[in-house]
């Protein structure tokens, strides 16, 4: 028989420490599109070229294309039942940490409190030359005020990118440590709509694991884990979650 979301909501129950990784899969039903999926972003440009520090440098007017009409769209879109759920689960103490990929902000607008945002999120604009920030209304009214669309440091005059860690740029190093300390700690890691294609973060399911903790997925598609998985939830995040939360209703 396949899992169903009362074995999730058992998992969680019986767990000490859980935790939860989410990915673009998490935001689909907010209307924002993941990366993989059928529909998604990589059908129409390829994510990993045009979000990339190699173009962010040396075609910062093709970069600005991609992105500002992408910080309109995330700013037009609101979480959904599945951020909540995840939100209410961590409100109820059932989930802990809180790792995403995301980088929406709507895991903080559901009311997830601090999650640790390993790909960064759009909170402001960064100098990467001189290391001069802003704030994000800023650089987008710079970006707009500008003939080519390309906002630029007050400081240094070099071309300026948001918040969002982009393919080819190292990782934020203090979100990293908190990843890794937050699946050091946690007998059951929740991953909810990513593909698991990324590294580092496609390696914490398998840090939990190998100290004997178990692993819930809970996305539409394969993933490199599914066969590791001790409850295998396919089908919508937001459905999904809501039926392990109301099941948790009898558990806790
Ligand atoms: P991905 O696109 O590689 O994988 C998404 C996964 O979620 C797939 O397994 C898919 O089956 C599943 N999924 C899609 N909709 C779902 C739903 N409604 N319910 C359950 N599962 C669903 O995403 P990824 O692994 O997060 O990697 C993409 C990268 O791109 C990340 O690094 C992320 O930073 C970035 N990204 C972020 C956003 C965002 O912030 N919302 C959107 C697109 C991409």
């Known amino acids: 028989m396949p899992d169903s979301p009362e074995d999730l909501a058992r998992l969680l129950a019986e767990a000490d420490h859980a935790i939860v990784l989410t990915g673009a899969g998490i935001s689909t039903e907010s209307g924002i ?9 990589w059908e129409e440009y ?13 075609e910062p007017e093709r970069f600005w294309r991609f992105h500002r009409p992408r910080i309109d769209m995330l700013a037009s879109v609101d979480p959904n039942p599945a951020h909540h759920a ?9 989930l802990h940490e809180l790792v995403t990929q995301n980088i929406d902000r709507l895991h903080s607008r559901a009311g ?33 005020a ?11 005059g070099f071309q300026m990118k948001s918040g ?16 890794f300390d937050a699946a050091d700690a946690a007998d059951v890691i929740l991953v909810v709509g990513t593909s698991l294609q990324v590294a ?16 819930a997925i809970l ?34």
Request: glycine fraction near 10%.
């Open 33 to 41: 599109p993941d990366f993989r999926s059928a529909g998604g972003l």
């Open 112 to 144: 997830s409190p601090e999650p640790i945002e390993i790909h960064g999120s759009l909170d402001r604009g960064t100098c990467i030359r001189c290391r001069a920030t802003v704030e994000i209304d800023v650089l987008i009214a710079r970006a707009d």
């Open 46 to 58: 390829d994510p990993m070229e045009v979000a990339s520090m190699a173009t962010f440098q040396s």
């Open 146 to 156: 500008a003939d080519d669309g390309v906002p630029r440091c007050e400081e240094c």
């Open 164 to 179: 969002v860690i982009l393919f080819g740029e190292a990782m934020p190093e203090v979100a990293l440590e908190a990843a």
């Open 200 to 215: 580092p973060v496609s390696q914490l399911p398998g840090m939990v694991l190998s100290r004997g903790g178990r692993l």
């Open 219 to 252: 996305t539409e598609s394969e993933t490199p884990y599914d066969h590791r998985a001790d409850v295998r939830l396919h089908g919508k995040a937001g459905v999904q979650l809501t039926e392990a939360l109301d099941a948790l209703d009898g558990l806790l």
């Open 86 to 94: 995840v939100a209410e689960m961590q409100r109820r103490g059932v």
